[in-house]
């Protein structure tokens, strides 16, 4: 089984819908990441969470949420999705060596 | 500003044809230097990291070096499944990551 997985693994919404992605890792590290790549212009953090009572956010943080519900879950909500939030999303873990290891991403496409 | 810029953006080689991809990096406080190869449609998979100017690591054909403004991944004698995007990314001193756009590698039969 993967270290990190995601769901769902492809998303097609409309503008206005409100979206959740979940992310759970078996690694046990604390840190959990939510980055979008997007062509072009590389991997972008979006949230991060270093233990379950730590939420900071990232480079591009407006227009969504995070929820840290355990050590081993990191979901990401899109409240009201709109068309440039099309992209890539990607979970990533990191234990004490600050290594990041990446789940499989999710494909969103906002119509 | 925390930067990376990874060339070239494309590279193509025949396979046996060994080369470099470079990552030019400025950064407040470098901690750590990490490459990460991505398969199209999957999620970038962890290869080295280095910490200091001089440290080298390798794994199979891949070499990585780093030097104080940037870091190159050497590729002896490519084969085919080294075809990939190769991500370059920085840790500065706040613990965040910064990457580069890539470099996507064809390696040709």
């Known amino acids: 089984d993967a270290d990190v997985t995601q769901t769902p693994r492809n998303r097609i919404t409309k503008t206005g819908k409100r979206i959740m992605l979940e992310c759970s890792q078996t690694?046990?590290?604390?840190?959990m990441y939510w980055y979008r790549q997007d062509p072009g212009l590389g991997l972008r953090l979006i949230y991060y969470?270093?233990?379950?009572?730590?939420?900071n956010k990232g480079e591009i943080s407006d227009g969504y949420s995070v929820s840290r519900q355990a050590q081993a879950k990191f979901s990401l909500s899109l409240e009201s999705a709109i068309p440039n939030q099309t992209a890539l999303y990607f979970c990533?873990?990191?234990?004490?060596?600050?290594?990041?290891?990446f789940g499989p991403g999710t494909r969103l496409t906002v119509l | 500003e925390d930067q990376v810029t990874q060339s070239p953006e494309a590279l193509r080689l025949q396979e046996g044809e060994s080369s470099s991809l470079n990552c030019s990096y400025t950064?407040?406080?470098?901690?750590?230097l990490f490459w990460y190869r991505q398969d199209p449609g999957k999620g970038p998979e962890f290869l080295f990291t280095?910490?200091?100017a001089g440290e080298e690591k390798e794994k199979e054909r891949l070499k990585a070096t780093l030097t104080k403004k940037e870091s190159f991944l050497h590729i002896t004698a490519p084969k085919p499944e080294d075809s990939a995007t190769y991500l370059c990314?920085?840790?500065?001193?706040?613990?965040?990551?910064?990457f580069g756009q890539g470099t996507t590698l064809q390696v040709k039969p």
């Open positions: 990533a873990t990191a234990g004490t060596l600050d290594t990041q290891y």
């Open positions: 690694k046990g590290h604390d840190r």
């Open positions: 969470s270093f233990d379950v009572k730590d939420i």
């Open positions: 950064v407040s406080g470098l901690r750590g």
């Open positions: 280095l910490y200091s």
């Open positions: 990314a920085v840790r500065n001193n706040t613990g965040k990551l910064i």
